[in-house]
């Protein structure tokens, strides 16, 4: 199986000031159709998850631009330009290239 | 828009089974991949099986093999989720989720099964 590892678990960060998680895959994510099914959820405090990027840096519908994605092959990041309150929750990376799917453990993103 | 609406909260005695439902509008179930994901609580998120578009097969993982099924009724557009010989690790919200246009791009909004004698 793919482990996906997370870092930081936890990021306090200031309102308006930039985040940043990183995800590194214990295998290169690439598949043999040439794509790379990395993909980023949110999951804010008592709701489901939600898909904020997907194929390492495609933002799905409705995601604001502040979100962004990035990376190759084993390691990945995401970033929020300028953290908004409704960012904190949980952060988790998950890939798609090999069954079975996996997470990251999550990084809990909250207000300083 | 895909909506997935599921079952409500469940509370099972160990050893039971129980059955979770999905059921999809704005896109039928032939149209997108259903997989099953569950979180226990204050936990992190865990998948439980899903279906393979290039096998055409549901593939459970390890962990649930033998105690997880996993169907579809596409007369209803309703996929369902079932899990046997519960026990107090079990208890978790339980999630569907699909592969329409990419990976994981739309969720239901959780089913809560309780294990407890």
């Known amino acids: 199986d793919i482990v996906m590892t997370q870092t930081p678990l936890s990021s306090p960060v200031t309102l308006g000031q930039p985040a940043s998680i990183s995800c590194r895959s214990s295998?290169?994510?690439?598949?043999?159709?040439?794509?790379?099914?990395l993909s980023w959820l949110q999951q804010r405090p008592g709701q489901p998850p939600r898909l904020l990027i997907y194929?390492?840096?495609n933002r799905f519908s409705g995601v604001p631009d502040r979100f962004s994605g990035s990376g190759a092959g084993t390691d990945f990041t995401l970033k929020i330009s300028r953290v908004e309150a409704e960012d904190v929750g949980v952060y988790y990376c998950?890939?798609?290239?090999?069954?079975?799917?996996?997470f990251g453990q999550g990084t809990k993103v909250e207000i300083k | 828009q895909v909506q997935l609406v599921q079952s409500g909260a469940e509370v099972k005695k160990p050893g039971a089974s129980v059955k979770v439902s999905c059921k999809v509008s704005?896109?039928?179930?032939?149209?997108?991949?259903m997989h099953w994901v569950r979180q226990a609580p204050g936990k992190g998120l865990e998948w439980m099986g899903g279906?393979?578009?290039?096998?055409?097969?549901?593939i459970y993982a390890q962990k649930f093999q033998g105690r997880v099924t996993m169907t579809e009724d596409t007369s209803t557009d309703t996929a369902y989720m079932e899990l046997s010989s519960l026990r107090s690790e079990d208890t978790a919200v339980y999630y569907c989720?699909?592969?329409?246009?990419?990976?994981?791009?739309?969720w239901g909004q959780g089913t809560l099964v309780t294990v407890s004698s």
């Open positions: 989720a699909t592969d329409l246009w990419t990976s994981f791009d739309y």
């Open positions: 704005g896109y039928t179930l032939t149209e997108l991949s």
């Open positions: 279906f393979d578009p290039e096998d055409g097969e549901t």
């Open positions: 295998q290169s994510l690439v598949h043999s159709d040439g794509n790379t099914y």
């Open positions: 194929k390492i840096s």
């Open positions: 998950t890939q798609a290239t090999q069954f079975p799917r996996t």
